[in-house]
């Protein structure tokens, strides 16, 4: 354990890999190489990117790579993918994304799939972050599909989210309906370049403007990404963000409300697990019985197996 952790924080690139790869597996090591590396975190400047499927995120993501890596700046990436129903892999791996920085020493991707546990993927996506910032990289940005839950969920561990759009594609309602509007603090219109854009760009300052003053008014940019445009100023926008959440104390307070949701959301992972456990037990299954029954009302079934779970028999703590 103690050389993988030096291979983090040397930001040597098998042992990076090797970490992110334990964590996946959420064992007792995992946890102990999380615990060990969390006092080094806390310096990288974390970016969330996500949007529908076909929004151009990994191309927008590659030249801002490219872009970051100009101004010597070390860049990871965690992109969350849907996960194949055939071999459980990430769908989108990182062997076709951003090809052209898999040499560079200077940048690590990691996709990871989602295997359908938010819960727990959630928390693997926080610490495959962590292992990334225990490592030294200045940016990590991390990209999901969609503007569902999920996305909401995993977004929440950001310091700035970025929400990707397409004109034509009808995501303006769904963005509305996701509540997304609420967590974003930048808005991209890529594909700028195709009918329609104009009148997405318009639609989204009216929402803006629906949704009052506010200390940040997200901007939203126009991107091409297949012809670099727009990739200057999304960097410009995103360190006047950045700037704005160190000098607002809204960065220290963000980050307060994260890591207050991500214990809440282990915990409820936790219990979840231990509650379906209980749920296994010959016993569980009786007192279902009686309840069919009517020898037995939910209520009471309900508080005796709730004291089952916080306290174990004979009154230790289980």
Known sequence: MEDLIKGVRHRDRRSIARAITLIEGASDEAEALAEALYPHTGKAYVVGVTGPPGAGKSTLLNRLITHLRGEGLTVGVIAVDPTSPFSGGALLGDRVRMTEHALDEGVF????????????????????????????????????????????????????????????????????????????????????????????????????????????????????????????????????????????????????????????GRMEYRLRQRLSELMLEPAFREDLDRLHRREEVPHRLVRKWLARLFVGEGGESS
């Open 109 to 264: 991707i990691r996709s990871m799939g989602t295997r359908g546990h938010l819960g727990g993927l959630a928390a693997a996506t926080q610490d495959a972050v962590r292992v990334l910032d225990a490592a030294g990289f200045d940016i990590i940005l991390v990209e999901t599909v969609g503007v569902g839950q999920t996305e909401l969920t995993i977004m929440e561990l950001a310091d700035t989210v970025v929400l990707v759009l397409t004109p034509g594609a009808g995501d303006i309602v769904q963005v509305w309906k996701a509540g997304i509007m609420e967590i974003a603090d930048l808005f991209l219109v890529n594909k700028a370049d195709r009918d329609g854009a104009r009148k997405l760009i318009a639609d989204l300052e009216e929402m803006l403007d629906l949704a009052g003053k506010k200390a940040w008014r997200p901007p939203v940019i126009p991107t091409v990404a297949t012809e670099r445009r727009g990739i200057d100023e999304l960097w410009r926008q995103l360190q006047r963000h950045r700037t704005h959440l160190r000098e607002s104390g809204e960065g220290a307070t963000r980050r307060l409300r994260h890591l207050r949701r991500e214990v809440r």
